[in-house]
């Protein structure tokens, strides 16, 4: 699997500009990566999403911090309560 990714993060991208003059970027040689909104970035998003929330899980991040990850397809939100404890239950 991650050797489709990777043959398909150095395939060359073929554009045409305004006046239809083909131009082909990126290839092997590319070390940019993935274009914001591409149609890899949600692929690898997810895959690393995973790997994230395992860990948040497994050590109990979001409990220590009272924190809640809040992932929605290739997004994701952290929300944390940051009043200091003595703060935290009471009312505004």
Same mark, same amino acid.
């Given at each position: 699997?991650?050797?489709?990714?990777?043959?398909?993060?150095?395939?060359? !991208?073929?554009?045409?500009?305004?006046?239809?003059?083909?131009?082909?970027? +990126? +290839?092997?040689?590319?070390?940019? +990566?993935?274009?914001?909104?591409?149609?890899?970035?949600?692929?690898?998003?997810?895959? =690393?999403?995973?790997?994230?929330?395992?860990?948040?899980?497994?050590? +109990? /991040?979001?409990?220590?911090?009272?924190? =809640?990850? !809040?992932? =929605?397809?290739?997004?994701?939100?952290?929300?944390?309560?940051?009043?200091?404890?003595?703060?935290?239950? /009471?009312?505004?």
């Amino acid at each position: 699997m991650l050797r489709l990714i990777k043959l398909w993060l150095k395939a060359p !991208i073929e554009e045409r500009d305004g006046d239809g003059k083909r131009h082909v970027s +990126g +290839g092997k040689s590319s070390t940019c +990566g993935t274009p914001q909104g591409g149609v890899a970035s949600p692929l690898l998003s997810v895959i =690393y999403m995973n790997r994230f929330l395992k860990h948040w899980r497994l050590t +109990g /991040r979001g409990e220590a911090n009272r924190a =809640y990850v !809040i992932s =929605y397809a290739d997004d994701f939100s952290l929300a944390a309560d940051m009043r200091p404890r003595r703060w935290r239950g /009471r009312g505004r």
